[in-house]
């Protein structure tokens, strides 16, 4: 069955670093997203991305958030320098349709320290 | 914006009984998803709810769709150990899903 990748599945960077997270969407789906969830907390929006651009994104993803589809297959979620409050699992996920069901990746936890 | 709301936020039921968490949400939307995420897990589809009076059954869950009043729900059917998780709506509004803030979900021996 096709999934979502994201690697890594587990980051420790130094605040003020920057990070390179990694997401494979399913092949045949055109919107890709980033989603932030802050440990117990609710599972927040950052960015979808459709026809190699920004479709939407949230007030949390400032200019400190990047997003790219460098290939065919990879999509790319970059901090440029990371917080503390940054310390989060993001997930990616990717669906058919803007707003249809989506799928998501296992995630990876970043913390910043 | 769109504001999607749970209740309850945090559920524990004994095992065989039976409950339901509202999912509310402020827009009109012909459309509803329900997640189930594990602790440290990612979030599993559940339920894609379609159109107004949709009604999906796997297993003990039950979810359904009511778009005139903005309301979804999940209904639990004599719960058992492996339902605990925390569950998640999530409604539709531009290219985006807003979700609600989540149900914890513990069924007790």
């Known amino acids: 069955e096709p999934e979502v990748t994201q690697t890594p599945s587990h980051q420790v960077t130094q605040m003020g670093q920057e990070v390179i997270l990694r997401c494979v969407p399913i092949?045949?789906?055109?919107?890709f997203y980033w989603y932030r969830q802050i440990l117990g907390q609710k599972v927040e929006f950052l960015v979808s991305f459709y026809n190699n651009e920004i479709s939407e994104k949230s007030e949390i993803f400032d200019d400190q958030f990047s997003v790219e589809r460098p290939d065919g297959s990879n999509f790319t979620l970059k901090i440029r320098s990371t917080k503390l409050e940054d310390s989060a699992m993001y997930f990616c996920?990717?669906?058919?349709?803007?707003?249809?069901?989506?799928?998501f990746g296992q995630g990876t936890r970043l913390t910043v320290v | 914006e769109l504001k999607v709301e749970q209740n309850p936020l945090f559920l524990s039921m004994q095992e065989g009984k039976n409950y339901t968490i509202y999912c509310n949400y402020s827009t009109t939307s012909d459309r509803l998803y329900w997640y189930r995420q594990d602790p440290g897990k990612s979030l599993e589809s559940l339920f894609v709810?379609?159109?107004?009076?949709a009604v999906k059954q796997e297993g003990r869950l039950m979810a359904s769709l009511d778009t005139k009043a903005r309301l979804s729900t999940l209904h639990i059917t004599a719960a058992v150990h492996d339902l605990s998780a925390t569950y998640f709506c999530?409604?539709?509004?531009?290219?985006?899903?807003?979700f609600g803030e989540g149900t914890q979900l513990t069924v007790n021996p």
């Open positions: 999530g409604a539709p509004g531009g290219s985006r899903l807003t």
């Open positions: 092949s045949n789906h055109l919107y």
């Open positions: 996920a990717s669906s058919e349709g803007g707003g249809a069901e989506a799928f």
């Open positions: 709810l379609l159109s107004n009076g």
